[in-house]
C-alpha cells in the first residue's frame, strides 16, 4: 500500500465508525506499513514500538469513493518521513570510520583516567569515545541536568521547557553516527525536504523552498531557489544563485578564507579569491534583498545575531554542507526532552564501559603543579578529582572564568580573549487552543525579535496535544533583552506573533489565551 510518510498524530473528526485519509500529494515512497487503528483524537507514531503503529493511508481514488455524508476530511498534524539515505554519503562514512577506530584500538594496557568538565553533547561524546578506547572518563556537570545547551526540565504540570530549539540535520554526521552507535535512530522525527519562511508581508502565510527528492546536489538546492516566487523575483533569484558559485566550486579552503568578513559585506562584495587554488571568482552582487529576505533569518537562527556581526565563513559552513550533499539540509526533530531521549543512552554507554557521570559538581578551581600542568579539579564542596588527562568542555566564557592565573600570559589562551558567548533567550508559550497557521516543521520567522519556532505540540511524539498548541521560539538577538523580565520578553513575544497569526493571536490576548509560559536565558 503506498504511503505519504509516517503519520506521527491526526486529529481525527468523525461521525462514522470509520475513518479514511487522503492528500493530494503525490504518493512516491512505496513503503509498506503495517495494520493500524483509528481512534479520536489518537496518536499513531510510527518507527517506535512503544509509541504506537503505522498509520494505513489509502491513495485518493480509492478513498473519495468510500466516504460518506457525515465523515470530515481527516486533518493531518503531523507526519514523519522516512529516514533519508545518510549511511553512504562521504561524510558519514568518515565520521563512521573516525567512530570505529576507538572501538577497534588495541586495549590500553593501563586505561587512562580522564576528567572532564561539562556534560553537554561535547563533553558527553568525548566521554563515549574514550570509553570506547578502553579508557575511563570521569565526567563533570556543574548542574543537576544533562545536555548543556541541549538541557531541558519539566515543570509542575509534567510539561518539558528546553534551553533551546533543536534540529538535527542531515549534514551533521557526526552526530548522526552517533545515534546509529546507541540505537537510537528512530527517536529522530524527519520532516519534509524544505526550508520555509514567514511572510512578514503577508501575515498568515509561508514561503518555502521545497528540494526536490529526484534531484542530486546541489541541482536540489539551486531547483529550491528558482521554484520559489514569493520571497525573491527572477533577477535575484539568479543573482543569488551566481553569488552562491563560490561556495560550490572553491571547498573548504574557500570557506575558510572568508571568516574575516561579515554576511552583509560577503554579499555586496565583486570579487574573492581562493589563493590555495589560485583562482579568481567574480560574483555579480548579490541583492540587499536577498540579505534581508533569506540571510537575516539564517545568521539569528545559527548563531542568534544579525548578518552585519556574523562571519560569512558561518553561513557557508552550512551552506556548503547544504548543496554538496543531497540530504543535508534535511531537517528532523528529536520525539521527546534531550536529557532523557538523547543524553541518557550516552550516559548508560559510558557507565557500561566503566566511566562516571557525576552531576552536581561544579569547578571552583583548576589546581596547577609547577611545571604548569594541571594537577586537579578543586570543587565547590572543597573535594578534589584528580587524572592522567583533563579536557574542558565548557562554553568558552565559563573557562575563561577559570583560567588559572598563570596560563593567562601564554599565546594560547589569550587567544581566548577574542571569543565571547552570545546571548539567546528561548521562549515557550502554551496556548489554550491549537493554532491552525502552524506546521509540522521547523519555521524561520523573519521578524525582528524571534528567530524560528516551532509548534511543539504537533512537531514533537511527547509534547504532542491534540487541542492545545505550545509554541517554542528562539527570542534574538537577544543582547538588550536578556536582562529584561520575562513578562517583558513574552509581551514582546506577542506583539511578534500577532504579526504572525493575526487571524489567532493578538497581543492583548483577545483571541488566543495564554495558559503558561517559559523563558530560559543563557547569557553567553
Known sequence: MPQIGLVSAVNLRVQGSSAYLWSSRPSSLGTESRDGCLQRNSLCFAGSESMGHKLKLRTPHATTRRLVKDLEPLKVVCIDYPRPELDNTVNYLEAAFLSSTFRASP????????????????????????????????????????????????????????????????????????????GINDRLQWKEHSMIFAMPSKPGEFSRFDFPEALPAPLNGVLAILKNNEMLTWPEKVKFAIGLLPAMLGGQSYVEAQDGISVKDWMRKQHTSSKSQQQQFVLQGVPDRVTDEVFIAMSKALNFINPDELSMQCILIALNRFLQEKHGSKMAFLDGNPPERLCMPIVEHIESKGGQVRLNSRIKKIELNEDGSVKCFILNDGSTIEGDAFVFATPVDIFKLLLPEDWKEIPYFQKLEKLVGVPVINVHIWFDRKLKNTYDHLLFSRSSL??????????????????????????APAEEWISRSDSEIIDATMKELATLFPDEISADQSKAKILKYHVVKTPR
Open 450 to 475: 524571534l528567530s524560528v519556532y516551532a509548534d511543539m505540540s504537533v512537531t514533537c511524539k511527547e509534547y504532542y496535544n491534540p487541542n492545545q498548541s505550545m509554541l517554542e521560539l528562539v527570542f
Open 107 to 182: 586495549r590500553p594496557t593501563k586505561p587512562l583516567e580522564i576528567v572532564i568538565a561539562g556534560a553537554g553533547l561535547g563533553g558527553l561524546s568525548t566521554a563515549k569515545y574514550l570509553a570506547d578506547a578502553g579508557h575511563k572518563p570521569i565526567l563533570l556537570e556543574a548542574r543537576d541536568v544533562l545536555g548543556g545547551k541541549v538541557a531541558a526540565w519539566k515543570d509542575d504540570d509534567g510539561d518539558w521547557y528546553e534551553t533551546g530549539l533543536h534540529i538535527f540535520f542531515g549534514a551533521y554526521p557526526n552526530i548522526q553516527n552517533l545515534f546509529g552507535e546507541l
